[in-house]
């Protein structure tokens, strides 16, 4: 869903950003804790419903985390330790959000919400596991594994961003208005619901394509027998 192409056509477009920030001091380790910070700004503010805020959040923490890899091959600061912060702070991020989704879903009430959080964040860390147990198995090396699969991170934040926004627009998802009548034109929580089953099903997929992808490749030369 995104081809290699694509992927190097966005970081590039980021680089100019991402030098920007190096001009005024940031380092890329900085601006990977910068990202980290809007990730619990969104978990906070998923965890008090206000959806909208948090997609808007989501999108640009996603867009953000371009630029501290760009800055770092940018300016020949690329390491080991900065892409274990980047890949750490990645994760750690992105389960504070989906923390947040389930706060906010418990708060309304809304527990096939809470269910659908919790199988889609389960499916999302299985996606990034997959690639680092097969890489660091010496599977799939470099970033190959990044391309393998219908919903990388990239495919998820967009899902998800489009679900909490929706479910802003379309009336939240608590079930009574202020005089206590329970408004079933809302549509809030379908939407919501709706991206965190596809976040699951399309992030199962990927975790069945990458295990795939792994078993059909030889073995590493230092594992054959």
Same mark, same amino acid.
């Given at each position: 869903?995104?081809?290699?192409?694509?992927?190097?056509?966005?970081r590039?477009?980021?680089?100019?950003?991402?030098? @920007? @920030?190096?001009?005024?001091?940031l380092?890329?380790?900085?601006?990977?804790?910068?990202g980290?910070?809007?990730?619990?700004?969104?978990?906070?503010?998923?965890?008090?419903?206000?959806?909208?805020?948090?997609?808007?959040?989501?999108? !640009?923490?996603?867009?953000?985390?371009?630029?501290?890899?760009?800055?770092a091959?940018?300016?020949?600061?690329?390491s080991?330790?900065?892409?274990?912060?980047?890949?750490? @702070?990645?994760?750690?991020?992105?389960?504070?959000?989906?923390?947040?989704?389930? +706060?906010?879903?418990?708060?309304?009430?809304?527990?096939?919400?809470? !269910?659908l959080?919790?199988?889609? +964040?389960?499916?999302?860390?299985?996606?990034?596991?997959?690639r680092?147990?097969?890489?660091g198995?010496?599977?799939?090396?470099?970033?190959?594994?990044?391309?393998?699969? /219908?919903?990388?991170?990239?495919?998820?934040?967009?899902?998800?961003?489009?679900?909490l926004?929706?479910a802003?627009?379309?009336?939240?998802?608590?079930v009574a208005?202020?005089?206590?009548?329970?408004?079933?034109?809302? =549509?809030?929580?379908?939407? =919501?619901? =709706?991206?965190?089953?596809?976040?699951?099903?399309?992030?199962?997929?990927?975790?069945?394509?990458?295990? /795939?992808?792994?078993?059909?490749?030889? =073995?590493?030369?230092?594992?054959?027998?």
């Amino acid at each position: 869903m995104v081809s290699p192409e694509t992927r190097a056509r966005v970081r590039g477009l980021a680089v100019p950003i991402a030098l @920007f @920030f190096g001009r005024l001091g940031l380092t890329p380790n900085a601006l990977t804790l910068i990202g980290f910070g809007i990730a619990i700004l969104a978990g906070i503010a998923a965890a008090g419903q206000s959806w909208i805020v948090a997609g808007i959040l989501v999108v !640009f923490g996603g867009v953000f985390d371009l630029f501290d890899g760009a800055l770092a091959r940018a300016t020949g600061k690329a390491s080991r330790l900065g892409a274990f912060m980047d890949s750490v @702070f990645d994760r750690w991020g992105e389960g504070i959000i989906y923390v947040g989704i389930a +706060v906010g879903c418990v708060a309304a009430d809304f527990d096939p919400g809470v !269910f659908l959080t919790t199988t889609a +964040v389960v499916s999302a860390f299985m996606v990034s596991y997959a690639r680092a147990k097969s890489e660091g198995l010496g599977f799939t090396p470099g970033t190959g594994m990044a391309n393998v699969g /219908l919903a990388p991170r990239e495919v998820r934040i967009v899902i998800l961003t489009v679900g909490l926004i929706l479910a802003g627009l379309m009336g939240g998802t608590s079930v009574a208005d202020a005089s206590g009548q329970d408004p079933t034109w809302l =549509l809030g929580r379908p939407a =919501l619901g =709706l991206c965190l089953g596809l976040i699951t099903v399309l992030a199962t997929i990927t975790v069945i394509q990458r295990i /795939l992808h792994v078993v059909r490749q030889p =073995l590493p030369e230092e594992h054959q027998q």
